[in-house]
């Protein structure tokens, strides 16, 4: 198949030269762990949240109300990587030590290899976290890069000391603030040095922040002092209508007046910290915009700004956890941002996914996709975000289960971190359909009236037509995407209200 595509491609390929609109430079920044709420751009923002700079940059382009991009970090960035759900990623597992992780390149090839064959200069800086394997020389002209998955003993290093390996050769360790540096490279990359400067450049630019353990900057430390946090109304169980599974997650505890704390410590301190992080993010846009316009690249570059997924404090019981299908788990922000190609001062309530992101990348830069991917372009909809858009928002998370390893769901491991269990999910403009991969309740949400998500409309008898049509809209993308599991899915229960 890689093969014949290759062929195919080739034919097709276009000019080579430096950037131009037609054929873009690619800034492609990625964030961990990052809530859509922690951006002012964005109207679930606590008040007190300010970020003027990503702001900014959802006013000169399109901001996405809604991106599902993974359950966890590395199933996401595996998606960005091949256009596949998670269970399309064929050969990627883990193995050994947390977070040690492999891959068979000839049977789990990443795009960025393509791009590299069709002219652009390919870069990556950052987090890497799809196997010790990081394709340097194969998929990336340039990088520089914390290579998780095989420095295991240093895999919560996120901002200080971490193992820094240099054009797939030396590694040294970094002893500064982690966004800082990465900024600086990324910066000093984008001005022309260490790079061919006739071939237009693709930067994927990963940020370890705001991952825990939520260590702002030094200089960040007394911002937010104060701040007024209202505590989610789940936090404590029982959660009336939820899944068998849902009524156990506790990870908070009740101080002596009833409060919230982990450890000792508030949910507003926690709350607080995580937040402090997003500071250095907010100054490294400003920084990576205003040398895209220094430099003369500004019109010539498409800016996309995501996050592998959201983070909970507190909502449904969970502390600094992704995983569950929740808004205020899994939910990203997304941005495309290009003058001259994508209009400024859009929104679009069209909730997209992950794996739509690298088919829009090659449609920009003009190739042909080298594979059939499963998301979809996304250019049509960033044009005119009011279009009628045909595709819900979907998502699979199979835990650390990937490709065929996920046709048969395992007994004794299908609980993924945080005690949530496997799921699918699909999601419309107005409402998530949630089933867990174990006998347990499906989930429904109207994110219009409850964007809370604490109404579960599927134990209710006025919604079973609408339960029956979502679920069977899962099982057809299911199907549509092969993935082997889709005759295997246990019986789900039935609790009518």
């Known amino acids: 198949m890689l093969a014949g595509s290759a062929a195919a491609t080739a034919a097709t390929t276009p000019a080579q030269g430096a950037a131009t609109p037609e054929r873009p430079n690619i800034l492609f920044i990625y964030t961990d762990d990052h809530s ?99 394709g340097h020389g194969r998929d990336w002209d340039f990088q520089i890069v914390w290579n998780r998955p095989k420095y295991t003993e240093t895999s919560q290093n996120y901002y200080y000391n971490q193992p820094i390996t240099y054009q797939g050769g030396k590694t040294e360790v970094l002893k500064r603030y982690s966004t800082d540096q990465y900024t600086d490279w990324a910066i000093d990359l984008m001005k022309g040095n260490g790079r061919d400067k006739n071939k237009p450049w693709y930067l994927w630019l990963c940020y370890g922040a705001v991952h825990s353990p939520y260590q702002p900057a030094e200089r960040h430390l007394k911002e937010l002092a104060g701040i007024d946090f209202e505590t989610p109304k789940d936090i404590f169980p029982p959660r009336p209508g939820k899944p068998d599974w849902a009524q156990k997650i506790e990870h908070w505890q009740k101080d002596a007046n009833g409060k919230p704390v982990f450890n000792g410590r508030s949910i507003e301190s926690w709350v607080r910290q995580y937040h402090q992080g997003v500071f250095a993010i907010d100054e490294a846009v400003g920084r990576l915009m205003q040398t895209l316009k220094e430099t003369g690249q500004e019109k010539n570059t498409l800016v996309i700004f995501t996050s592998d997924q959201g983070l909970a404090f507190g909502q449904h019981g969970f502390r600094g956890v992704k995983i569950a299908a ?4 899994i939910r990203s922000p997304l941005v495309f941002r290009m003058p001259g190609r994508i209009p400024a001062g859009k929104f679009c309530d ?23 991917m499963h998301g979809h372009d996304l250019s049509p909809l960033i044009q005119n975000p009011t279009m009628n858009w045909p595709h819900p928002a979907f998502m699979t998370a199979t835990g650390h289960y990937y490709g065929s390893h996920t046709h048969n769901i395992p007994k004794d491991d299908h609980v993924m971190h945080g005690g949530v269990p496997w799921y699918v999910m699909l999601r419309d403009k107005r409402y998530k359909y949630v089933r867990p991969l174990i006998e347990d309740l499906e989930e429904l949400y109207d994110l219009e009236k409850d964007p809370d998500e604490l109404d579960n409309l599927a134990i209710k008898a006025e919604h079973q037509d609408r339960l029956k049509k979502m679920r069977a809209a899962a099982i057809a993308e299911l199907r549509r995407t092969k993935a082997g599991f889709v005759d295997r899915m246990p019986q789900v229960k039935t609790r009518l209200g």
């Open 326 to 329: 929740y808004d205020a788990n």
């Open 36 to 134: 859509y709420r922690t951006l002012s751009c964005y109207k679930e923002a606590y008040p007190w949240v300010k970020t003027p700079n990503i702001d900014k940059l959802a006013s000169e382009g399109v901001r996405f109300t809604a991106a599902y991009n993974g359950a966890w970090c590395m199933p996401s960035r595996a998606t960005m990587l091949t256009g596949h759900y998670q269970h399309g990623v064929e050969s990627m597992r883990m193995e050994g030590p947390y977070p040690g992780c492999v891959y068979e390149a000839d049977k789990c090839p990443f795009w960025p290899k393509v791009f590299r064959e069709k002219g652009y200069f390919t870069a990556q800086i950052g987090k890497w976290h799809t196997g010790t394997d990081t």
């Open 350 to 372: 069209q909730p997209v996914n992950g794996v739509d992101i690298p088919p829009t990348i090659f449609k920009f830069a003009g190739l042909p996709l080298p594979w059939q």
